[in-house]
């Protein structure tokens, strides 16, 4: 890979793909995007976009292959027990959890079973797609079963009598429930991280990793903010200032032709819910405004 280059490794297509792609794109990293590439240069920084499977992620980054990747940390911490296992290197930097891709690696048995707890995996055969991580689980708990190994439709395994029990992502849980499958246990939970490679990027890459890691803090910050405006009174202000969630001291403004009301705007760092909506308007509060924001710097 280019040295000059920052190299990420995304999924290409799937789940992940189109959250990994606008995050990168609200830091202001642009790509002309062709489906069918495997690697995407940015039109706006040097940087470059390595589009694979997202199996294939954490490998790439433990092997110092690409400098950085986006993957669940169902797939990294499968590769990484895997590899730990093959004493194969599996070292890499934990950049951010980027609050995306959440979901849980659960077990499931057909719903007519009867599941009393762990002990009753005793002896049955479970599918999954992570079968390290299965292992660990289970040996964690002292049962004997045995993991199959299944790449795809893993929800299907018990109708098919491939297995008695499956081992498999779970998000709404509509896939277990139209399969006719039952969460019972969470052994696992994911979302999206960003990973560096271990070896130390080479000056001009650690720059351009520093700034493109401060806008993703900022796009993140951004996303858990709102910009809230509203009008008080001016001697319910104290108690307005109490209740505004998570905030910062609020700007106070002069409303024209008017003494005894004040225009308050204020970021919040928390989610301003209805009930505290409520609670300002009976404090006399009114045109209370909640405002999404697209970026923040500290
Ligand atoms: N239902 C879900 N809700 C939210 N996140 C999920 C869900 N299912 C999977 N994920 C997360 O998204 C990642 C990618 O899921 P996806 O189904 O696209 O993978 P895949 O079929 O293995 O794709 P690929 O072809 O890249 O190997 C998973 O490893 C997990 O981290
Ligand atoms: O609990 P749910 O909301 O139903 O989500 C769970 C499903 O989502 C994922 O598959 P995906 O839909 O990404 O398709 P895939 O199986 O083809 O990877 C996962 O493998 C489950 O099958
Ligand atoms: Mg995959």
């Known amino acids: 890979m280019s040295k000059q280059r920052l190299t990420i490794a995304v999924q290409k297509s799937g789940r992940l793909s189109k959250e990994s792609i606008k995050l990168l794109s609200a830091c202001g990293v ?6 069918a590439r495997l690697m995407v240069h940015s039109t706006s920084h040097p940087i470059d976009l390595l589009r694979v499977r997202d199996d294939d992620i954490p490998g790439l980054v433990m092997d110092g292959v690409v400098d950085l990747g986006l993957v669940g940390e169902n797939v990294l911490e ?3 027990l895997e590899r730990e296992m093959r004493q194969q290197s599996n070292q890499f930097r934990s950049l951010r959890r980027l609050d995306f891709g959440h979901c849980r690696l659960s077990i499931a048995l057909p719903t007519e079973q009867n599941f009393n707890g762990i002990a009753d995996l005793e ?3 479970i599918a999954t797609t992570y079968p390290r991580l299965l292992e660990r689980y289970l040996k964690d708990q002292g049962v004997n079963a045995k993991p199959v190994m299944l790449t795809g439709s893993v929800e299907v395994a018990p109708r098919a009598g491939l297995a008695n029990a499956v081992c498999d992502l779970v ?8 399969n006719g499958l039952r969460e019972q246990q969470v052994i696992f939970r994911s ?4 990973i560096q490679r271990a070896e130390a990027l080479d000056p001009s890459k650690q720059q351009m990793m520093d700034k493109l890691l401060a806008r993703i803090d900022g796009v993140q910050l951004a996303k858990e903010s709102k910009y809230i405006m509203l009008h008080a009174p001016k001697d319910k202000l104290q108690q307005v200032e109490d209740i505004l969630p998570g905030a910062e001291r609020p700007t106070v403004l002069p409303l024209s032709h008017s003494d005894d009301v004040v225009a308050v705007h204020v970021v919040s760092t928390e989610t ?8 300002l308007k009976t404090l006399g509060c009114s045109s209370i405004l909640v405002l999404p924001i697209e970026k923040m710097l500290g």
């Open 191 to 194: 979302q999206v991280q960003l």
């Open 171 to 178: 998000s709404t849980g509509a896939t277990l429930e139209a």
């Open 78 to 80: 499968e590769e990484s």
């Open 123 to 125: 002896g049955l055969k």
């Open 30 to 35: 642009k790509f002309n995007m062709h489906e």
């Open 272 to 279: 301003l819910f209805w009930e505290t909506m409520e609670q």
